[in-house]
C-alpha cells in the first residue's frame, strides 16, 4: 500500500471514529437514562443486548454508586476522634487523612453515624444517601464481539444505519 492510499485509509478512519465517538456518546446517554427510567417503573438493574436475530451477545447494568459515610462537621470529628483515638490526630488537630479514610470506610451508613466498638453517636458525620447511577457496565457475552463482527460482516446489522453520518447523501 502507497504512502497516499494510507493517508486515505487514515483521514476516513479518523472520520469513522470521530463519528463513531459522537454517537457512542449520544447512545450512552440515552441508554442510561432509559435504564434508570426501567429502574424507576420497573425496578430493572440490567438488560441484555441482543443481534437482530436474537442472538445475545452482552448485558448492561447501572452502576450503584455507594451510600458513604462524610465528615459534615470537622470540628466535632475531630474533637471525637481526640478524646477517643488520640494516637490519631495530628498536632494541628486534625485527624490524619488516612487514619479518616481507614475509619469512615468500617462504618454501617446508617444515622446516627455509630462508633463500631461502643455504639456511641460520633458527632460531626453523617450518611450521604447514593447518587442516581451516573453510569453502566457493558459485558459482552463469551463470543459476543464475534458474532456482532459477523453480523456486521455479512450484513445482518447495516452499519449505515447504525452510524448515520452527517453530509453523505442517501441513495
Not at 474533637?79 to 490524619?96: F, I, Q, S, Y
Not at 468500617?106 to 447514593?130: F, H, K, N, Q, W
Not at 459485558?139 to 453523505?168: C, F, K, V, Y
Amino acid at each position: 500500500m502507497s504512502l497516499k492510499e494510507h493517508a486515505t485509509r487514515v483521514a476516513v478512519l479518523r472520520v469513522l471514529r470521530d463519528a463513531v465517538d459522537a454517537e457512542y456518546q449520544t447512545e450512552r446517554r440515552e441508554v442510561l437514562e432509559g435504564l434508570r427510567a426501567a429502574r424507576a417503573e420497573l425496578n430493572l438493574k440490567s438488560v441484555r443486548v441482543a443481534l437482530p436475530d436474537d442472538t445475545p451477545v452482552a448485558t448492561l447494568t447501572l452502576v450503584d454508586p455507594k451510600p458513604t459515610v462524610v465528615v459534615t462537621d470537622e470540628e466535632a470529628f475531630t474533637a471525637w476522634v481526640a478524646e477517643n483515638h488520640p494516637g490519631e490526630v495530628e498536632t494541628l488537630v486534625r485527624v490524619r487523612p488516612s487514619w479518616q479514610r481507614q475509619f469512615l470506610a468500617r462504618l454501617t451508613c446508617l444515622e446516627p453515624v455509630a462508633d463500631p466498638y461502643t455504639g456511641e453517636a460520633i458527632p460531626g458525620l453523617c450518611v450521604l444517601s447514593a447518587s442516581e447511577p451516573r453510569s453502566f457496565s457493558l459485558r459482552p457475552l463469551p463470543g459476543g464481539r464475534e458474532r456482532i463482527a459477523r453480523a456486521l460482516h455479512i450484513g445482518t446489522l447495516d452499519l449505515r444505519r447504525l452510524l448515520p453520518l452527517e453530509g453523505g447523501e442517501d441513495p
